[in-house]
């Protein structure tokens, strides 16, 4: 849930927590792999494989191991087909994304989860080909999708502004959270809060 930047002494690394939402999972743009990177499903003997990749990718925050069984325990059956992880030319495991569910305000929406890419194997395109495939996935099974980020993350609110997801603003705190981030992100979806 927000929280408003006036009511917190002290900002997070990440930022504020906000939440962003597409309606439908219809027009899902495709984005192509970049040369030497494909994709697999994650394995649920995993866990370990998928702490390494979000550690390496997020300096942001720190996750305390045990952060896979944590989030995915409650339904290890579902990591098989709703998890995937990003190799690159040797084999080595650089990115992972979820296509996980969520019940938001009584509705069900499949949740764009965990997004990760290796910090050295940013910029490429990986994560633009991930959320290509996860919303993919997600339309097999779901009607419209959800995400949780933070304020900090602008990079990665660019692309998900880009994949159609728009911001929930009728949360608390929620209207001076997206204010911060269009002052530090000039993308045309967030012109009416700046």
């Known amino acids: 849930m927000p929280v408003s930047p006036a009511g917190t002494p002290e900002r997070p690394a990440a930022g504020y927590p906000v939440t962003m939402v597409r309606r439908h999972l219809r027009d899902i743009p495709a ?3 970049p040369t030497g990177y494909q994709w697999r499903h994650l394995r649920v003997d995993e866990g370990d494989l998928w702490l390494e990749i979000e550690r390496q990718a997020d300096h942001l925050q720190t996750l305390a191991d045990g952060s896979f069984e944590r989030e995915f325990g409650g339904d290890l ?6 998890c995937f992880v990003v190799t690159d030319a040797v084999g080595a495991g650089v990115g992972t994304i979820s296509a996980w569910y ?3 305000r009584g509705q069900e929406y499949g ?4 997004v990760a890419v290796h910090r050295a194997h940013q910029g490429r395109g990986i994560g633009r080909a991930m959320l ?6 997600l339309a097999q099974w ?10 900090a993350r602008l990079p990665a609110i660019g692309l998900y502004l880009d994949f159609g997801f728009q911001p929930v603003l009728d949360m ?4 001076d959270c997206w204010r ?12 009416h809060l700046r």
């Open 142 to 151: 779901h009607e419209q999708a959800l995400l949780n980020t933070q304020t």
């Open 172 to 175: 608390e705190g929620a209207i």
């Open 31 to 33: 984005a192509p792999w």
């Open 102 to 104: 969520y019940t938001f």
């Open 132 to 137: 290509s495939l996860a919303l993919g996935q």
């Open 180 to 191: 911060e981030v269009a002052i530090g992100l000039p993308h045309p979806a967030l012109s």
């Open 111 to 114: 949740l764009i989860h965990w």
């Open 77 to 82: 059956a579902a990591v098989p087909r709703r």
